[in-house]
């Protein structure tokens, strides 16, 4: 399977990084409007660089891995997507939902296999929690909550407000796709933001109210001085929940130890990507596809809204 990788950051890095360890996979082309970014990875790929991305798209790939600023993957996307290349794009899908319909017009037009890369999906830890919920040993469920601290001041674009969705539609939206994953549509949402020393909103708390029933709790922060996540799930019938390190602890009700599992897994941007890779040999279908990704995206802007506006935003 031949791969070429639209934006030569630190995405497009880490992911070419894990492709070539994947069995017939070969990166053969590397574009960014960087020129001097996309020939040095390409150089150490022994790979084609472009600055145009219509140039790589004319070129032998079967796939194309997305990796350019959150405000310009609408164009590779599309322009991708007509060419019929399979595409795999890095979150969120954009920053505004007309650029999100123009995208899964455009992919459900081509009929061509994509994901959006949520990548806490493939961390052993976060899938285990969410397994012990959808295999129902947890019950019916009250709350999912997920809280993580990364001290940082958004640089270049992710501090531009011109380029950048603020926290919550780049960052918490890895979160709103988990609870999402668990909980299923969103029906209203909550939320406050902070925005200290920088022009985006650096701190957010919100909580969904899920269609089908039970709630959701995302606190995320760059502001925090200490970093570190926790995440769980609450059910009826029992508690799955990670506290900080890489242990999932799991209670039912009903019993009276505390099971403690360290799940062993890859690499998660590996993971991602041989699965994507899986899917588009066997024709197949990707999950979270850009549709998904559409349905998180308006959820993240609703939480703006709402912390703009102080008021509930209702679906
Ligand atoms: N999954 C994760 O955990 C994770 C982590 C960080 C970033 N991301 C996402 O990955 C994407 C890239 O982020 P990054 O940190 O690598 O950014 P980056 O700024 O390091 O790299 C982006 C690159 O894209 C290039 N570029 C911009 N417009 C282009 C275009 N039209 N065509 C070709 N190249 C173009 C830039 O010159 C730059 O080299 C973003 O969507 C970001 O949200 C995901």
Known sequence: MKVGIIGAGGMGRAH???????NGVEVVAVCDVDESRAKE????LNAMAFKDHRDLLST???AVWVCTPDFAHKEPVIDAAAAGKHIFCEKPIANTLEDADEMVEAVTK???INMIGYVLRFYPTFSEVRRRFADGELGELVTAWIRRFMPWTPRDWYGDPRFSGGIAIDFSTHDVDWLMWIGGSVKCVYARTAMIGTQVENDVWAILTFANG????????FIAAI??????????NGTAMVEGDETVLVKLRSEQEVQ????SGVNPVLAED???VECVRDGKSAEPDLVWGREVLKVTIAIRQSAASNELVNF
Request: hydrophobic content about 45%.
């Open 227 to 236: 970093g570190g996540a926790c995440f769980g799930i609450v059910g009826s």
């Open 60 to 62: 032998d790939v079967d």
């Open 16 to 22: 070419a990084m894990q492709l070539r360890q994947i």
């Open 214 to 221: 039970g709630t959701g709790v995302v606190g995320d922060s």
């Open 274 to 276: 041989a699965y994507f």
């Open 110 to 112: 081509a009929g061509v």
């Open 260 to 263: 403690r599992i360290t799940p």
């Open 41 to 44: 990875l390409a150089n150490e």
